[in-house]
């Protein structure tokens, strides 16, 4: 009995379990506003999710994970869960919950060698999974802080300019804006 033959039929509702897997993540009401709403424009969380854990349940049952379909599939999630109020663990957590649904829909099968030959090669998909979840929510949030630095380092700007603390001079080295600085606020 192939396994894969077995989970590629039941696709559509362990999907439908590990899309609810990663949804419980999140506070009841945006879980159920995820779930029943249908249109992706007033859902954009809920459609990414709805569209990349297929394709990401198709790829950790194969064999040989195809990497760039992992990609496209995880990065639109975990781009999402990146930015939003959650633990990194949290955020990735969601991808070893299809661990439990193989393992529980193929647990009435008389154990052979193509089953643990399956398993063994899922399980190790499934840590693939998680690695590049967490280089993607990695540089993600990296991204995030990089942004907020650079928010931040404009206000200051803005502020001193404001308090004529500060000549704002476009498109000069650092070393050069440093000395007409000074010469602005009258410290040369």
């Known amino acids: ?100 649904l193989i393992r529980k829909e193929l647990e009435g099968l008389p154990r052979d060698k193509k089953i643990e030959s399956f398993l063994s090669v899922f399980l190790s998909n499934v840590d693939a999974l998680m690695l590049a979840a967490i280089d993607i929510y990695v540089q993600c949030r990296d991204k995030v802080y990089s942004l907020r630095i650079n928010q931040a380092k404009e206000s200051v700007k803005k502020l001193l300019i404001k308090k004529e603390l500060m000549c704002d001079i476009p498109d000069i080295n650092t070393e050069l804006q440093t000395v007409i600085n000074k010469h602005c606020t009258g410290v040369l």
């Open 1 to 100: 009995m192939d396994p894969v033959t077995i989970l590629k039929e039941k696709q559509p509702k362990l999907v439908e379990k590990w899309i609810a897997a990663l949804i419980s993540t999140y506070p009841a009401e945006s879980a159920n506003f995820f779930i029943d709403t249908k249109d992706p424009f007033a859902n954009p969380v809920g459609a990414t999710i709805k569209r990349s854990i297929p394709l990401l349940f198709n790829e950790v049952i194969k064999e040989k994970m195809d990497p760039v379909k992992v990609n496209e599939a995880l990065d639109p999630v975990i781009r999402l869960r990146a930015v939003q109020e959650m633990s990194p663990s949290k955020a990735v957590s969601f991808i070893f919950a299809i661990k439990h």
